[in-house]
T-cell receptor, first 110, second 114 residues
Framework: EADIYQTPRYLVIGTGKKITLECSQT?????MYWYQQDPGMELHLIHY???????EKGDLSSESTVSRIRTEHFPLTLESARPSHTSQYLC?????????FGPGTRLTVL | KNQVEQSPQSLIILEGKNCTLQ??????????LRWYKQDTGRGPVSLTI?????NTKSNRRYTATLDADTKQSSLHITASQLSDSASYIC?????????????FGRGTQLTVWP
């Protein structure tokens, strides 16, 4: 079983709040990713990182931001949450060729 | 355009029966193809990964096939169990970028009834 963790697992917040979704991995992987997934739909890459101090935007435009100060930690932040941000957010890390996923955070913005 | 199409969109079978899920892709240049199992509310878990030269790969009751010429893959589940109820996602990786970009299908939602 992959050692990649996400907290919180579920989050319900009001519009305008600032939130941070945490992601940590203990496998020493350099590459990490954030995906957004809506019910019944495919995963969309929103952010990725090649290593410390490296972050890039993915295919799907997102108002969220990420940081990579430590290899094992890749948090995602929304400065002002809106109902359109309601979705499942999945973090992953890659030790080529395998990509391991965390359990996800289900975010609901009221 | 790089795409991954899966069929059927959903499938219901009885416990103990076999089933086959399909995946067609247009991703190029091809690197590898993966099948993931995703339980509701969880992250995907890898079942198999196949490169260009591999035609078939098994993992317990799961057998994946790959035809790189026709760009098709299938996942065969033998003697289904209730715990097999999940979404099965086909994912294709290209080798045209350092990132090893992944292209995801929408998944086949499998339900196994007792």
């Amino acid at each position: 079983e992959a050692d990649i963790y996400q907290t919180p697992r579920y989050l319900v917040i009001g519009t305008g709040k600032k939130i941070t979704l945490e992601c940590s991995q203990t496998m020493g992987h350099d590459k990490m990713y954030w995906y957004q997934q809506d019910p019944g739909m495919e995963l969309h890459l929103i952010h990725y990182s090649y290593g410390v101090n490296s972050t890039e935007k993915g295919d799907l435009s997102s108002e969220s931001t990420v940081s990579r100060i430590r290899t094992e930690h890749f948090p995602l932040t929304l400065e002002s949450a809106r109902p359109s941000h309601t979705s499942q957010y999945l973090c992953a890390s890659s030790g080529s060729p395998e990509q391991f996923f965390g359990p996800g955070t289900r975010l609901t913005v009221l | 355009k790089n795409q991954v199409e899966q069929s059927p969109q959903s499938l219901i079978i009885l416990e103990g029966k076999n089933c086959t899920l399909q995946c067609n892709y247009t991703v190029s240049p091809f690197s590898n193809l993966r099948w993931y199992k995703q339980d509701t509310g969880r992250g995907p878990v890898s079942l198999t990964i196949m490169t260009f030269s591999e035609n078939t790969k098994s993992n317990r009751r799961y057998t994946a096939t790959l035809d790189a010429d026709t760009k098709q893959s299938s996942l065969h589940i033998t003697a289904s169990q209730l715990s097999d109820s999940a979404s099965y996602i086909c994912v294709v990786s290209d080798r045209g970028s350092t990132l090893g970009r992944l292209y995801f299908g929408r998944g086949t939602q499998l339900t196994v009834w007792p």
